[in-house]
Every structure is written in structure tokens, then in C-alpha cells.
């Protein structure tokens, strides 16, 4: 069975205090595998798409890399601004378009 | 550029009832797909629509149907409403000829029932 397990379920930073945010899949076969941030109450904000293992993109303070069985979240020198829910999603080959969530990583940045 | 619009933005109804969600996909997209978010969950993928007919259905019973329009506007209805169906029901819309569909989300409808 296809599934996204994130960890941790909270993270609390001080500002500048860089970290990263684990998202482990397992998946019959990987399309792809989507990072989004969610502020409460409100839609998820696309983040970023990684395709295949070795692959990283980078969007001002984050970084988003992916192996064969995770991917990580990197978050450098994060500002308050950054408080929200990081959730993962991945999509199977063969898939429509159903994408499968993790339960996501609350993160909480202090000033 | 207008991104994914969703109405109403918030509902209440009581158990029984029943109740219409809207959505209007990103412009240039024709694929729309809709997710259900229990508090404190990821969201759950409920169906997709293209080309005006559901393409893929999540483990959702019967009760949850859907709509899509020559617009690529889609509709979600929800039929004899259970204390179990309060939640987030969002609406995200990709295009069906990308290789991989990346999927943007509106701002969801807050669906409480009593």
C-alpha cells in the first residue's frame, strides 16, 4: 500500500536555527513527490516537485532534496514568517491524480 | 492570473442534509480534483474530473459526487451528511496534458455539520 509518513509532527525553531523536515514514502512506483506549505485555515501553497533520486531545488530559505525512500525539507535560517505546516504528497505511476499525503510537520518559528 | 476559486467559503448544515461545494480551476488548467482535510490530517483524495468525467475515485462511498463543467468548473456534492463528513474540502486544479501534474489548490471550504 502506498504511503507518506512526515516527522516530526511539531518542530519549534528560534529564528536562525536551521533544521529539516523528514518525508518518507513508500510507492509502487514514483511519478512524483510534491513539498507544500499550509497556513492554518487555509489552502496548501505549492512548493516544489521532484521527480527522480540525486534531484534538489532550492526557494530562498528552503531546499527540497528526494532519495529513493525520502525526501527531505531543508530549512536554513528560518524567520517567523516561516510558521506553517509543511505537508508531502506522492503520486504513483500509473496514478490519475491522486495524490497521497503525509500528515504533515507543524513547524513554529520564534523571534 | 487568477488562481483556484472555491465558494462558499464556509457552510453549516445539520445531519441528512445535503450540500453543494463550488470550485473554478487556475486559468488554463482543465483538470480538477478534490480532497477532504480532517483537522489535523493530510489531506484525502476524494475524485479527480477531466474532460467532464471522473477520471480516478478515492475510498469515498457513494454519498460524494461530482460534477464537471464545459468551463472545467467542477461541483462537489455531499448527500445525507454525517457528523463525520465536517471538514476542509479543497479543490485543486493541474492540467491533464502535463507529463506530471502538478496540483495547485484553492482556499478550501469549511464544512461544519451538526
Known amino acids: 500500500e502506498d504511503q507518506v509518513t512526515q516527522s516530526p509532527e511539531a518542530l519549534r525553531l528560534q529564528e536562525g536555527e536551521s533544521s529539516s523536515l523528514n518525508c518518507s514514502y513508500t510507492?509502487?512506483?514514483?511519478?512524483?513527490l510534491f513539498w507544500y506549505r499550509q497556513d492554518p485555515g487555509k489552502g496548501p501553497e505549492f512548493l516544489f516537485t521532484l521527480y527522480s533520486a540525486g534531484e534538489e531545488k532550492e526557494k530562498e530559505r528552503l531546499k527540497a532534496t528526494l532519495t529513493k525512500k525520502e525526501s527531505f525539507l531543508h530549512i536554513t535560517a528560518p524567520k517567523p514568517e516561516d510558521s506553517a505546516t509543511y505537508l508531502c504528497?506522492?503520486?504513483?505511476?500509473?496514478?490519475?491524480?491522486?495524490?497521497?499525503f503525509g500528515k504533515g510537520t507543524k513547524l513554529s518559528v520564534k523571534p | 492570473d487568477a488562481g483556484v476559486t472555491q465558494s462558499p467559503t464556509h457552510l453549516i448544515k445539520t445531519r441528512g442534509q445535503q450540500v453543494t461545494l463550488r470550485c473554478s480551476p487556475k486559468?488554463?488548467?482543465?483538470?480538477v480534483s478534490w480532497y477532504q482535510q480532517a483537522l489535523g490530517q493530510g489531506p484525502q483524495f476524494i475524485f479527480q474530473y477531466y474532460e467532464e468525467e471522473e477520471r480516478q475515485r478515492g475510498n469515498f462511498p457513494d454519498r460524494f459526487s461530482g460534477h464537471q463543467f464545459p468551463n472545467y468548473s467542477s461541483e462537489l456534492n455531499v448527500n445525507a451528511l454525517l457528523l463525520g463528513d465536517s471538514a476542509l474540502y479543497l479543490c485543486a486544479s493541474s492540467s491533464g496534458l502535463a507529463v506530471t501534474d502538478t496540483q495547485y489548490f484553492g482556499p478550501g471550504t469549511r464544512l461544519t455539520v451538526l
Open positions: 510507492v509502487s512506483g514514483l511519478r512524483g
Open positions: 486559468s488554463g488548467h482543465d483538470t
Open positions: 504528497a506522492v503520486q504513483a505511476i500509473g496514478s490519475q491524480g491522486n495524490l497521497i
